[in-house]
């Protein structure tokens, strides 16, 4: 994603600057950098809210076996992981028994589960999407994924390939009409991704931006009842609140106006990217439809995706919490399964 100032947002940025001198907006970057200190003095244990709490396992199915989740009243169930390719074997054969066993499982445990569709990875190895897509009919199927740095990182599915997006629909309304009102809800992955013009020539961030909203539409429509969600955290080609072309902002209006619940991954209450995207975006709107927001490995501990243990370290679950609930305003949380902070910080403040 871009992440630099062009020239021309640099000069505004500067003009922006210069005629707001002495006023809050000196800074627009930072208007919410220190928020989290109104919840410093949040404490364990958490207090009373609506919010339906879930346990977020990735693809890691066989992880709920016997899990504490399901002696804990407070928690609603698990956000499991599944992938595309997994969903569909074959053009248009759909094997959805993975969903079904831990649908029945966590049912006899008096459990909910929450589906996430996955169609990008963060694996050189693995492509997320059935074979018979990965061919000239749908130009290849997946695009690579780059870091800033240039490295190949993943895959994802070319959300923005109208002939990619029909097999999506198709598959979602194959979900749905297996799962609808059974599941507590389905939810996409995170809209960030590495490619730009550049590294694919098919792309760009209004056939992204569209396509995203084609996908939200067939996911309405094959799931009337349960909860659908898309994790929109950035958007290729803007960085705000500098650069803002209303791609992010868009999709959170257009998730308004069709029923579908926005969320992101990362809650990272410090970090100035977080603030200026899904979170802003989360506490400046007035939604009807679900908000939710992921506490994903590393966010125990202030950080991101890391798996690094820091046993002298301050519980901040009260916190997180705290800042989800008030100035969020979110409806569901996916606490990651994370050791040994999930059993240490989470399961003792509940």
């Not at 006899?108 to 169609?119: E, S």
Request: hydrophobic share 40%.
């Amino acid at each position: 994603m871009t992440r630099f100032l062009t020239p021309v947002a640099l000069l505004a940025a500067g003009m922006l600057l210069g005629s707001t001198t002495g006023h809050a907006w000196d800074k627009p970057s930072e208007r919410y950098l220190d928020v989290h200190k109104t919840y410093s003095g949040a404490s364990c244990p958490l207090e009373a809210d609506q919010i339906a709490h879930f346990v977020y396992f990735a693809r890691d199915r066989d992880a709920i076996h016997d899990h504490p989740l399901l002696k804990n009243e407070r928690l609603a169930g698990a956000q499991i992981m599944y992938s595309w390719r997994q969903l569909e074997p074959a053009r248009g054969r759909y094997d959805f028994s993975a969903i079904q066993d831990d649908l029945v499982y966590l049912a006899a445990h008096g459990k909910k589960l929450f589906v996430q569709l996955q169609d990008a990875s963060f694996s050189q190895a693995f492509k997320p999407v059935p074979n018979y897509l990965l061919t000239l009919q749908f130009d290849g199927g997946v695009s690579p994924q780059f870091t800033d740095e240039g490295r190949l990182e993943g895959w994802v599915a070319k959300r923005w390939n109208s002939a990619v997006q029909d097999r999506f629909a198709a598959l979602l309304a194959a979900l749905g009409a297996e799962f609808d009102g059974e599941i507590e809800g389905l939810n996409l992955q995170e809209t960030a991704i590495g490619i730009t013009a550049r590294t694919d020539a098919s792309f760009s961030p209004e056939k992204y931006a569209h396509g995203l909203k084609v996908n939200l539409r067939a996911l309405k429509s094959a799931f009337p009842t349960s909860t659908v969600m898309q994790y929109a955290n950035f958007m290729p080609g803007e960085w705000l609140p500098w650069e803002n072309k209303g791609y992010l902002r868009g999709l959170y209006d257009f998730g308004e106006e069709t029923g579908v619940g926005l969320g992101a991954p990362d809650l990272i209450y410090t970090r100035k990217g977080q603030l200026n995207h899904a979170l802003a975006m989360m506490h400046e709107g007035n939604y009807t439809t679900p908000l939710g927001i992921a506490v994903q490995d590393g966010n125990y501990i202030g950080t991101t995706n890391t798996l690094k243990v820091v046993d002298d370290h301050e519980n901040i679950v009260p916190v997180l919490h705290a800042f989800a609930k008030d100035f969020l305003k979110v409806d569901y949380m996916f606490w990651g399964n994370q050791k040994p902070y999930f059993e240490q910080d989470l399961l003792s403040c509940l």
